[in-house]
């Protein structure tokens, strides 16, 4: 079984910045696509952004502009750069990830098989 596991997380100011990263085990096989998503109190779970093998990225209406995903293959590793950081990006963010490599960016943007345990981000002054 493929296991991920997120750092990173925690509390930060508005307008600050925060980066996550997300490690596929040693033993896991070349991925495909990798993201993340959020899912916030009450609300369900929601895509922030993805990325394909090759380097092509997805993201969510709400963090254009201000989140930038990027992956390093070699390490099977996916970072989420996050700035300019709201209130309403508080959530427990979720790594994501698949083997199957897909050409349709629809397949790629709907979620893959494998997660992480989830890691806290709070965004309050």
């Known amino acids: 079984q493929v296991q991920l596991v997120e750092s990173g997380g925690g509390l930060v100011q508005p307008g600050g910045s925060l980066t996550l990263s997300c490690r596929a085990s040693e033993t896991t096989p070349s991925l495909g696509v990798m993201g993340w998503f959020r899912e916030a109190p009450g609300k369900q779970r929601e895509l922030v952004a993805v990325?394909?093998?090759?380097?092509?990225?997805y993201y969510g209406d709400s963090v254009k502009g201000r989140f930038t995903i990027s992956r390093d293959n070699a390490k099977q590793i996916v970072i989420l750069q996050m700035t300019s950081l709201r209130p309403e990006d508080t959530a427990v963010y979720y790594c994501n990830a698949g083997i199957t490599r897909y050409a349709a960016m629809s397949r790629n943007r709907a979620p893959q098989p494998y997660w992480g345990q989830g890691t806290q981000v709070t965004v309050a002054s």
């Open positions: 990325i394909t093998s090759g380097g092509t990225p």
